[in-house]
Structures are given as structure tokens and as C-alpha cells.
């Protein structure tokens, strides 16, 4: 592993953050919007609900909580989506760079970008609606590191699509986030769900920590051992990933795909 | 020892065969142009070389290293620019040569980034998006980006296609002047019969994948009773078999 090369790839984005305001705007514009509207919506459940019961940490802490998975995931799929637009994939893998290092460098964007988003998201959450999820201490930081692989990893699994399918798979990688939603149990304890869709919860690790979330609000208890079963989660899932993506990379290297890519070469 | 060796090299697709049982070499200080018609197989060729496409077949190495097991270390002492891979356009010139200069682990680059904007005269650009220069503006900038790391084999695919005469000329020079200092090889492909007899120390003629023809290419035309290069090149592109050897 040549690091050099990895920070290569996060700097070459972080030049593109830089010099362009729309592309830096992004990484705030949707979390800080998650933000107040899930915050406004709270604050009314709450206005209605029982008095004794907040809806602010139960929802809005999940929310924050899940946008910032989402960042990271789109912190790993977006530098690579440069790439693909400025059709630089040639340039970059007929270098000496690694499929390690450039994923090294992917998630060290990643770093950066969702950490700039959570940070965000977390001030206006305290500001406006003085949910300072901070306070959890060790529990949040616990939280944020499993949503955080879990993410880079979904990010993977999304550049292996797009590179298998091509330039124009790009939409599946947006809505991913959304198709998981209903799985992991943001807004709701997983005990509603149906046993088969249960099944599939059980084996996604941010189910781990907003049922744990909950578990602190409502219950003020944790049970680390299911942190601990998440993160045993997350890294066969990032393992899986990366051969995903391995296997990807080496099957469009047989057939050409990287050498030729384009929307039009995958028709 | 070759800066490039290629040993019996194939590639399949289905049933069609994009290169068949190729083999060359090409030394230190040598210039060697890979010629043939449109889908003769130089650019599947060049990829190859490139580690961007498997071979079905055959073995590749650069300085001796392996490209199908040493890939990286192979392909460090390697570079090229085509006309087909421009450099991001959405990153200044400058930018885009420091990026490849970490990429390449290029050590000195606070000299050699200057260096390559006065010699590919890029310096009134330097601080221009690539995106938005002119098509010979983004050759000379990828011819940049191709000898960042002062490669042991440059691989050029039509590296003038887009320049003037003028720059065309001054670009050969420097390729020229670089392999002749004995820093690497270079294979170079043009549909520029005039410009590949001028620049080449040697020519092979690709059809159907296969090499028909190998040579001096001052020499090789009378050899074969045709006026010139771009002669022997329209007989070889009309009628492959006559010249099969």
C-alpha cells in the first residue's frame, strides 16, 4: 500500500471541493435540510403526543444518525462518479494505483466529507432543537463509527454496480439509502416489521444502533453486545464489498469495459 | 535488457480474435511504431501493455517485471498519453500534473511540474481547467502528464493526432531528444506514415491482430516494391494476405 497514492485520490477531490462551491455545498445543503424538517415535524408530533414523551431524540437522532450513513456512503460514490464523468478511469487504473489504494483514497474523501456533514447536522440539531446527540458520549461515537463502515461499504457496493452496468447505472446509487430505510428501523422499533422482513434486519448493522438508540432514550440501557454483533456485521459486510468490487474490477479488466468505458460500451 | 518485452500475446473475444500470437520488443532509446488499419489491434495492444485488459494469452513485462504479477511496480516505470484519455477536465492543468506526479510517486515535483509546462509550452495554461483547453492544448497536456514520471516505456496511440504541424513537429523533437538521452522506449502508433518514418527506428505492421511485417521503415518499403511507408501501409490495409510472411 503506497499511501501516497491514496491521498492522491481524497486530494484530487478535495481540489474539486474546493474550487467549485457547488460541489462543497452539497455535502451540507441536504443534511442541514434533513435536519430542520425532520426537526419541525418532531417538534409537532410532540405538540400532540403524550406530554411525558419526546419525539425529537427518538426521531430526529435517528435521522441525523442515518443521513450521516448516507453521506459517507455518497462520500465514496461521488469522487468515483468524477471519475466516471470526467472519464478519468482509463488515466487512474493504467497507473500503478491499487484497487486498495483507490479505495483507501475513496473512503478517506469519505472521512472528511460525511464528518463535515454530521458536524453540521449535529450543531443545527442543538441549536435549533436542542438535541445535543453528543452528550451520549462514547455511545454516539459507537454509533457513528458502525453507520460509518456500513456506509463506505454500501459506497463499494455502489461503484461496482455503476462499473459493471456502466455510466448510466449512476441513478442506482442514490436511492440505495431509501431501499435499506424500511429494513434498519429508523422511525420505528423493528418488533413492527414482518418476521421475514425481521430476518433482514438482523443481518444489517444499523438496526443495531437505532434499536440501540432507542434503548437509551426509552429505557436509558444498552446492550453492547448487540453494538458488538454489529460490528462483527459490518466488517463481513465491508469484506464482502471489496471482493464485490474486486470481482467487478476484474471482470471488466477480461473484458475491456475499463479500457472503453462509456455509457454507449455497455449497450 | 528490453524496456518492453511482449511474448506470444493474444486476446479473444468470443470467437473473434483481436490479437494473435504477438511478439516484440522494444529497447532503451528505441522508438518502435506499432502500425495497421483501424481495428488491427494496437490500442487492444497498448491496453494490454497497460495492465487495463487481460491477455487471453502471452506475458508482458516492463524492465523485466511481469505485468500480470508485478502490475504496480511495472506499471510505475510506465506511462502514455491517447487520444482517447485526456486528462480531467475539471482540474487545472497544474493540478491535474501534481495529482499524477503523487500517483506516479514522483519525488521531485516542485522542479519536474515546471519543467514539463515550459517544455510542452503549457505555462499561460497552467492554471487553466484542461477542460477548457483546445484539443492540441489537451495533447500537449496529457504528453505532460505522460512523462511526469520520466518513464522507463512511454506508450504514445496517435500522440499528434491534434496538433498543428508546428507543435506536431516540436512534440516529435521532444519525444525524440528523450528517448535518445537513454531514459526509456517508446511505442508509438500513428496513422502519420510521414511523421512514423521520420520518428521510428523501427516499424510492425498490424492486420487482423497479427504482426505482418517488422523493419526499418526507410527500408522496409523497397523491400517490399512500394514507393514509401504510406504505400506499403494502403497495400498492407487492402490486401493483408499478399504481404503474410
Sequence with gaps: MNFRRLFAIAYRYFILLRDNFTRSFQIFVWALLDTVLWGFITKYLDSIGNPGFSFVPVILGAVTLWAFMSRAMQGVSTPFLEDVWSRNLLNFFASPLTIGEYLGGLILASICTSALGLFAMTLLAAWLFGLALWTLGTVFAAFVILLFIFGVGLGVIAIGIVLRLGPSAEWFVWPIPMILTPFVGVYYPISVLPLSMQLISRILAPTYVFEGLRGIIEKQTLDWGALGLAFALDIIFLGLAYAFFSYIYRRAVHSGAIARYSAESFQ | ?245
Design chain 2, 1 to 245: 535488457m528490453p524496456v518492453l518485452q511482449v511474448d506470444h500475446l493474444f486476446k479473444k473475444y468470443g470467437d473473434t480474435e483481436a490479437v494473435h500470437d504477438v511478439s516484440f520488443k522494444v529497447g532503451r532509446g528505441e522508438i518502435v511504431g506499432l502500425l495497421g488499419p483501424n481495428g488491427a489491434g494496437k490500442t487492444t495492444t497498448i491496453n494490454m501493455i497497460l495492465g487495463v485488459l487481460e491477455p487471453t494469452g502471452g506475458s508482458i513485462s516492463i524492465e523485466g517485471k511481469d505485468v500480470a504479477r508485478e502490475r504496480s511496480k511495472a506499471l510505475a516505470r510506465t506511462n502514455f498519453a491517447a487520444v482517447y484519455a485526456s486528462l480531467p477536465g475539471n482540474l487545472t492543468v497544474s493540478q491535474n500534473l501534481d495529482v499524477f506526479s503523487r500517483i506516479y510517486d514522483v519525488k521531485n515535483t516542485k522542479e519536474r511540474i515546471p519543467k514539463l509546462l515550459k517544455d510542452f509550452d503549457l505555462e499561460k495554461f497552467a492554471d487553466e481547467k484542461a477542460g477548457v483547453l483546445s484539443s492540441g492544448e489537451q495533447t500537449r497536456a496529457s504528453l505532460a502528464k505522460a512523462m511526469i514520471n520520466s518513464p522507463a516505456l512511454l506508450l504514445l496511440d496517435e500522440p499528434t493526432a491534434s496538433l498543428d504541424p508546428s507543435t506536431a513537429q516540436i512534440i516529435r523533437e521532444r519525444i525524440v531528444d528523450y528517448a535518445k538521452s537513454g531514459a526509456g522506449g517508446v511505442l508509438w502508433t500513428s496513422h502519420n506514415m510521414y511523421e512514423v518514418t521520420d520518428v521510428c527506428d523501427r516499424v510492425l505492421f498490424l492486420s487482423h491482430g497479427k504482426i505482418l511485417l517488422e523493419g526499418d521503415p526507410k527500408g522496409l518499403p523497397h523491400e517490399h516494391h512500394k514507393k514509401d511507408l504510406e504505400e506499403l501501409f494502403i497495400a498492407i490495409a487492402r490486401e493483408p494476405l499478399s504481404l503474410e510472411l
